[in-house]
């Protein structure tokens, strides 16, 4: 396989013939899933509610009790066994929030994220 090029970024060679297209693709179908309802989500509440959390805690650690609640959510629903199938669409949408969680945080960390130091306002 040649080297893989999907949008912004590359791929290379090496790396895209030991896991295959078909799970490159798979991954960013995801990640693009993933995003869109981060950019939904950033539309509908704004910037501020990580930006400036209350209490006065940081965004990051503001990051961190949303991330623990995701956490306890999933395992509520790990555990209720045969009431919460594999892939249920509370599950597969709290994974989903967990990733959107450390794509903020990344955001946040880099000055990216508006509202905060160095973020876009």
């Known amino acids: 396989m040649a080297d893989f090029t999907p949008g912004p970024f590359h791929i290379d060679s090496g790396t895209a013939d030991r896991v295959g297209e078909p799970f490159i693709e798979r991954v960013l179908d995801a990640k693009l899933a993933e995003a869109a309802v981060l950019i939904e989500k950033q539309a509908a509440y704004g910037p501020h509610n990580i930006g400036r959390p209350p209490h006065g805690i940081s965004p990051q650690v503001a990051l961190v009790v949303r991330i623990n609640d995701k956490i306890q959510r999933l395992g509520s629903l790990l555990s209720a066994g045969t009431t919460q199938p594999a892939g249920s669409e509370a599950r597969v949408d709290t994974w989903g929030d967990i990733a959107n969680y450390g ?19």
């Open 103 to 121: 794509t903020i945080g990344t955001l946040v960390e880099t000055g990216q994220w508006p509202g905060v130091e160095g973020g876009d306002a």
